[in-house]
């Protein structure tokens, strides 16, 4: 069995930051690629970051200059450094674990962005 726990989402003014965390445990002998998706209400889960296991990245475009993935190996945890947030970065963020090809998600932590 897999968990991925979130930490880190919250209310914040625009322009400010927050840190996203995420820890996997468990079975998660094959960890390869982590990373964050948001969703909106209706909308479909959308990509914001990627890390692979030797730290090659991907953002989404929007994103890109703003927010900062990361990950330590040691730990099992990817981090989301976001800066600058701006309204339309609020949504359900979610993390992702690929372990022996199949993806894992997190249970999704809110991030809110209004003044």
């Known amino acids: 069995q897999v968990q991925l726990v979130e930490s880190g989402g919250g209310l914040v003014q625009p322009g400010g930051s927050l840190r996203l965390a995420c820890a996997a445990s468990?079975?998660?002998?094959?960890?390869?690629?982590m990373g964050w998706y948001r969703q909106a209400p209706g909308n479909q889960r959308e990509l914001v970051a990627v890390?692979?296991?030797?730290?090659?990245?991907h953002y989404e475009d929007s994103v890109k200059g703003r927010f900062t993935i990361s990950r330590d190996n040691a730990k099992n945890t990817v981090y989301l450094q976001m800066n600058n947030l701006k309204p339309e970065d609020m949504n359900v963020y979610y993390c992702?674990?690929?372990?022996?090809?199949?993806?894992?998600w997190g249970q999704g932590t809110q991030v809110t962005v209004s003044s």
């Open positions: 992702n674990a690929v372990i022996r090809g199949r993806n894992y």
């Open positions: 468990g079975n998660i002998v094959g960890l390869s690629t």
């Open positions: 890390i692979g296991h030797s730290n090659n990245t």
